[in-house]
């Protein structure tokens, strides 16, 4: 048995270490064709503490994912951004139901020329009255201290200025919020 558990651990940090190799690689400053899927799986494998006592992760990707070009390390920000707020939502929404983790689900799909990346999560929603600020730059709910406000305001203008995609939400209170990331498959020049 403990044999066994060494080996799981062994193979843990192998996995976050191959993994952050992999998140950190210098050259991100370049539009290369990326795999996006693996680029989410490994964003995910290196920010797994931050979420994983607030919520677990569901992946629902695309097997046939055309490649994307994107400057690697600003679309590993902007997943990393959207999995943490996700994962705040649900610590929030625990604070009222305690013991109770959340789920994030993230989906990867083509449609027509674009690449959709949806996260999703069944915290407590974006109250109406502030959803069109979400992405204004200093904007936060958090307390002060806490939060800087740049966030969803650096994701948008990576989404949209940087890949020259869009990037929107849906939200109910007390049933959670959805981001759809649209990333052109073949970008103009």
């Not at 996700?86 to 027509?112: L, Y």
Request: glycine content about 8%.
């Amino acid at each position: 048995l403990a044999i066994e558990q060494s080996l799981d651990g062994v193979h843990r940090v192998s996995k976050i270490v191959m993994a952050m190799k992999e998140f950190s690689h210098p050259g991100g400053q370049e539009k290369k064709s990326l795999d996006l899927n693996r680029a989410i799986q490994t964003t995910l494998d290196i920010s797994r503490n931050a979420w994983k006592y607030m919520a677990d992760v569901v992946t629902r990707f695309d097997p046939d994912l055309p490649p994307v070009p994107c400057f690697s390390d600003e679309f590993n920000q902007v997943i990393l951004n959207l999995v943490v707020n996700a994962a705040q939502a649900m610590a929030d929404k625990g604070k009222e139901n305690e013991n109770v983790k959340g789920t994030i689900t993230i989906t990867t799909r083509s449609d027509k020329g674009w690449v959709e990346i949806l996260i999703e999560d069944d915290g407590g929603g974006i109250p109406e009255e502030i959803q069109t600020k979400i992405f204004d730059p200093f904007f936060t709910t958090k307390p002060v201290g806490v939060g800087t406000g740049q966030g969803l305001s650096i994701v948008h203008s990576i989404v949209t200025k940087q890949h020259q995609g869009t990037i929107t939400f849906s939200s109910q209170v007390n049933r959670g919020t959805t981001f759809c990331v649209r990333l052109p498959i073949h970008p103009e020049k």
